[in-house]
């Protein structure tokens, strides 16, 4: 069965305007790189999905913060002044420079592919869907941060689980960066089994993510932080997934596996210090393939990250290609320095997952 790509030209419009670090370019620049190195035919489909509702944000966020949203980015896509209150909704990297692009509806498709996403997954219609630009998993209910005004990865999760009737949802954040605001929505729930690999949180925003933050509640036991230590690369990687990931997953036994997270832990990113390569990427896709034959293969995979617009695609695509699989090989952008061939990083990430197993050895028998 193909890969399912979502993708809108409306997604260019998330773009904070010139000099902010998220460009709409971004999306655009994929798709290209994508034909290029692989034909469509029996490998991939691309779709559209329309702009999620006020009814379908209601899901995940506060009417006065949906009602917000939608007046202030619309004013400033068109160069009015729309900030009274701006700080008791949005963080201050969520403010546009210039003339933006039209966010907040190009948000609402990102919403809108994550909910099609699932209905095409769990009716059938495809095993494996892309949402290209999802992963905003800063956003809160009633806030947004990050670069993030609603957090799709939330309202992945939380509708499939609802509508479907899903006991068991996987959330795996590979994001460089902690989902806090993914983290907020699911902390409490045992039909959620978040994980959230991310460099250190003493080391980069937003500064969560700590390996004793396990949940809350029913919830306490179902999150797992892997805080991972600065230029940690793909044997850190490897050995996280190995003896953490894949043995907890296959524990829980997921229905459905929503992954999110794009190129940011690349060794060269602009506002990261991960030391993964290409072929870890690859390595991170092939693991998720291989959790996903634990629910017949369904899998949501939602990509938008990555802050060196150089080897953005090169990254999705190899991470990409470890998820469908396409049987093509893995290209390096960029020579590997020495230190990350040899993952001095290795040694500081053994304890950081012996910590990890600590911490969720009393509700995991793997652990035990």
């Known amino acids: ?35 290029k190195q692989l034909p469509p035919e029996n490998n991939y489909v691309l779709l559209t ?33 729309y900030d009274d209150d701006f700080y008791l909704f949005q963080s201050g990297d969520n403010m546009p420079i210039g003339r933006p692009g039209n966010v907040e509806m190009a948000a609402r498709v990102v919403v809108g592919q994550a909910k099609k996403a699932a209905d095409l997954v769990m009716t059938g219609k495809y095993q494996k869907v ?27 999760a939380k509708y499939a689980q609802e ?17 806090n605001g993914t983290a907020d929505y699911l902390f409490r729930s045992p039909n959620f089994l978040f994980i959230d690999i991310h460099q ?23 999150k797992m932080n892997i805080p991972m230590p600065v230029y940690a690369g793909n044997r850190s990687y490897a050995l996280a997934f190995d003896e953490l990931i894949m043995p907890v997953v296959a524990e829980f036994k997921p229905q459905l596996i929503i992954r999110n997270g794009g190129s940011d832990p690349y060794f060269e990113d602009g506002l990261t210090r991960l030391g993964l390569t ?57 020579p590997i320095p020495a230190r990350l061939q040899a993952d001095f990083a290795y040694e500081t990430s053994k304890t950081v997952v012996e910590q990890v197993k600590n911490h969720l050895r009393p509700y995991w028998k793997c652990f035990q």
Request: hydrophobic share 40%; charged share 25%.
């Open 278 to 334: 290409a072929a870890g990427f690859r390595m991170m896709g092939d693991h998720v393939r291989q959790m996903s034959e634990i629910c017949g293969g369904k899998q949501i995979d939602l990509i938008a990250s990555g802050y060196n617009p150089d080897v953005l695609p090169q990254i999705w695509f190899a991470l990409l290609s470890g998820i469908a699989p396409f049987d093509v090989p893995v290209v390096e952008p960029r």
């Open 200 to 222: 250190d949180p003493m080391t980069i925003y937003p500064g969560t993510g700590f390996a004793e933050d396990i949940g809350d509640g029913d919830g306490k036991g179902f």
């Open 130 to 156: 892309v949402s290209i630009g999802g992963g905003l998993h800063h956003a809160k209910s009633a806030y947004g941060e990050g670069f993030c005004l609603y957090n799709d990865v939330a309202f992945c």
């Open 1 to 35: 069965m193909p890969l399912a790509f979502l993708y809108s030209d409306e997604l260019k419009e998330y773009d904070f305007g010139p000099g902010h670090p998220f460009r709409g370019d971004r999306f655009q620049n994929f798709l290209p790189y994508l034909k």
């Open 49 to 81: 999905a329309g702009e999620a509702t006020d009814e379908d944000l209601l899901r995940i966020c506060r009417e006065d913060y949906i009602e917000f949203t939608r007046k202030y980015y619309a004013a400033a896509h068109v160069g009015r002044d």
């Open 163 to 179: 509508v479907y009737k899903l006991d068991r949802v996987l959330v795996l954040d590979s994001d460089a960066h902690a989902g």
